[in-house]
């Protein structure tokens, strides 16, 4: 049971470059979300999902793209990176039941 | 709009002392709190969550304390650690919503 995994770990990317951050979890929860975490600011939530082939935005949603395809994969898409977007990306799931969400370990993103 | 701060940016303590990390949160209506531990370049962990209808809860060498008349609650480590230097964050939730605010965190240090 790998619980919430992300790839890539980390990547470099220059301003107007696309890129696809996958999220995969094999605990069968049915939400999922996407947050960033920047210096001295809390967990921000760019968009979510409450189920296979639903998404919804979050806070901070400009500029990236989501999918449920798959119940267990959830994508996050930058189309044209910006330098604002360089931050470390966070994947996390949970039950419909229980609101405790279990995270990713997260992918750095570097936008020159 | 709604927030969750924690008091203190960092705090340090000597091993085998208790460890006190509190947390305000803004919204009256947040009934359901988690604690995350996060260690660097991890994602972040869950440690231990309470429900407004409690004002404490213990874990494993862990305990929440919840104050709703305030909006207050902390986490208590027993007998720290070298192992529990992270950073720890709260966040609240309202019961059925998707949405979670997260606080900034309080860097924890670990004195041998």
């Known amino acids: 049971n790998a619980g919430v995994t992300q790839t890539p770990k980390f990547r470099v990317l220059k301003t107007g470059q696309s890129m696809t951050l996958l999220c995969a979890q094999d605990m069968n929860h049915e939400y999922m979300y996407w947050y960033r975490q920047d210096p001295g600011m809390g967990l921000r939530l760019i968009h979510y999902?409450?189920?296979?082939?639903?998404?919804a935005k979050g806070e901070v949603p400009d500029g990236y793209n989501v999918s449920r395809l798959k119940k267990q994969n959830f994508l996050l898409g930058l189309e044209s990176a910006a330098p604002s977007q360089t931050s470390v990306y966070f994947c996390?799931?949970?039950?419909?039941?229980?609101?405790?969400?279990?995270f990713g370990p997260g992918t750095r993103l570097l936008v020159l | 709009g709604e927030s969750v701060g924690l008091h203190l940016p960092t705090l340090s303590v000597q091993e085998g002392d208790n460890s006190i990390i509190n947390c305000a949160y803004s919204?009256?209506?947040?009934?359901?709190f988690i604690w995350y531990k996060q260690e660097s370049g991890k994602g972040p962990q869950f440690i231990i969550d309470?429900?407004?209808?409690?004002d404490k809860r213990q874990g494993q060498r862990v305990t929440v304390l919840l104050n709703k008349t305030v909006k207050h609650l902390s986490l208590q480590i027993a007998a720290t650690q070298p192992g529990d230097s992270a950073v720890y964050f709260c966040a609240a939730s309202v019961s059925g919503t998707y949405k979670y605010i997260f606080g900034t965190g309080t860097r924890l240090k670990v004195l041998a």
């Open positions: 919204n009256s209506a947040s009934d359901y």
């Open positions: 309470i429900r407004s209808n409690m």
């Open positions: 996390a799931s949970r039950t419909g039941g229980r609101e405790t969400q279990y």
């Open positions: 999902s409450v189920g296979e082939g639903t998404t």
